[in-house]
């Protein structure tokens, strides 16, 4: 039993400084039960694809979004539920923000210190903040080698910008059909008469 919510957010509070230039955010809401590492692979999967990342940085993504997400469900006690009849499911949020460096994998939970161990280290990054009582943010960033340059040019060039047209592209003939226009006249009377 998984629930899953997922959003394209384009910026929102960090757990971590704000990067400069425009980020890129997902949002998955899940509960915290084994099936959401399953969902939090897929995600990657997409995000990956749609990002235009790299093999081997999918791979370190999927491998620390797997790492990040166990590590929530089995602090929520989630590998316990896996009846129907459970009394308390909690919910975790998995995210993750593109920036013009590096991909930051973020898992937000209910705990209150940060995990020992950690479940996840990387050459970018990770850490764990406490935002406020009873929210836990554990995050890892996961390094843009050999995109970063296609990735800041991404994010730079926004939108691709149309191609101004110069002049009409078919000169415009004014129609003269009175049987048309009649036609017409008619249905707006016979409209404005029915709303009377």
């Known amino acids: 039993m ?17 990067p400069r ?3 890129r955010m997902y949002e998955l809401g899940l509960v915290a039960v084994p099936s959401a ?6 995600l990657v999967a997409y995000v990956a694809r749609r990002w235009r990342l790299d093999r081997t940085c999918e791979r370190e993504l999927g491998r620390a979004a797997e790492a990040l997400v166990h590590y929530a469900v089995a ?3 989630g590998e316990r539920a896996h009846s129907r009849h459970a009394e308390v499911l909690n919910l975790i949020a998995f995210r993750l923000v593109l920036t013009p460096r590096a991909v930051i994998a973020e898992v937000w939970d209910s705990g209150m210190e940060p995990p020992k161990p950690f479940p996840v280290t990387t050459a970018a ?6 935002p406020r009582p009873g929210l836990r943010v554990v995050w890892c960033a996961i390094c843009l080698e050999g995109t970063e340059k296609e990735v800041e040019a991404q994010t730079a060039a926004g939108f691709p910008r149309r191609q101004r047209l110069q002049g009409p592209v078919q000169e415009c003939v004014a129609m003269r059909d ?19």
């Open 75 to 77: 602090a929520a006690g």
């Open 21 to 23: 230039g425009e980020v």
């Open 2 to 18: 998984t629930a899953v919510q997922i959003h394209e957010l384009p910026t929102a509070a960090l757990a971590i400084p704000q």
């Open 125 to 130: 990054g990770s850490g764990c903040d406490l």
């Open 178 to 196: 009175p049987e048309l226009l009649q036609r017409v006249l008619s249905g707006l009377r016979a409209f404005g008469a029915g709303e009377a």
């Open 37 to 42: 590492i399953t969902c939090a692979r897929l």
